[in-house]
């Protein structure tokens, strides 16, 4: 073979381990970014006024469509709360109304349970769905987010203020959303402490 051939041939091989190389240590990058994007989540429950834009909002919700649930059976339902009267009802009906207050928008999360088939597998998909809600918030830049599951309490009164029959839908939890205030939040937080893994594990 002529070797100016086999020097093209050696190089077009070594162009292809790089771009092979790169890629791999790329995927690694990306799967390390996302533990760490994981691990730092943090509830927020301090927030400026700060308006969120619409798109934003749909984005998070398109986190959560696609959390998985049994037989895929999807039941949530979820009203999006960010006028003043109706934040104001909510906070009204939980010792941690100042968060629903602050927060620009509110997603109070319903299992629907005309859609649901299986108790325990419903609430775990409505688990799921909230936590990729909490994951997308987390994705966009200052925004933050508090899971309140406290007005559970409440939870016949808050389906009054949204008219829902209750035996159609029940309220599985609020997750308050808006721009973090960052000074606020830094004074606020508490130690986030996680249990080792050796004190829940066993090994078979
Ligand atoms: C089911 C559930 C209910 C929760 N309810 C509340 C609540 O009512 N108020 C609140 O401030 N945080 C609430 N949280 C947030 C937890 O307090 C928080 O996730 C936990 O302390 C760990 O902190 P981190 O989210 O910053 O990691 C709730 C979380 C879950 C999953």
């Known amino acids: 073979m002529n070797t100016e051939i086999l020097r093209r041939k050696l190089c077009v091989l070594g162009k292809i381990y790089i771009m092979i190389f790169t890629h791999v240590l790329n995927m690694d990058l990306v799967k390390n970014d996302f533990l760490e994007f994981i691990k730092k989540r943090r509830s ?9 834009d619409k798109n934003t909002i749909l984005s998070i919700l398109e986190c959560a469509r696609w959390a998985p649930s049994g037989n895929n059976s999807q039941p949530w339902r979820v009203c999006i709360v960010t006028h003043p009267t109706v934040k104001r009802m909510l906070s009204e009906l939980t010792k941690y109304g100042g968060i629903i207050e602050d927060a620009y928008v509110n997603f109070v999360v319903f299992l629907d ?8 597998k419903d609430i775990q998909a409505i688990g799921a769905f909230m936590q990729n809600i909490l ?3 987390n994705a966009q830049e200052d925004l933050g987010a508090a899971w309140i599951g406290e007005i559970l309490n409440k939870k016949e009164e808050v389906n009054e203020i949204f008219k829902f029959p209750k035996d159609k839908f029940e309220l599985m939890g609020i997750i308050a959303i808006g721009y973090v205030d960052e000074a606020r939040a830094k004074v606020q ?13 066993e090994w078979y």
């Open 44 to 52: 927020i429950r301090s927030f400026i006024y700060q308006k969120i």
């Open 113 to 120: 349970l005309e859609r649901g088939y299986d108790r325990v």
């Open 135 to 137: 994951l997308g918030v």
């Open 189 to 201: 937080q508490k130690e986030r402490k996680r249990r080792v893994l050796d004190e829940f594990i």
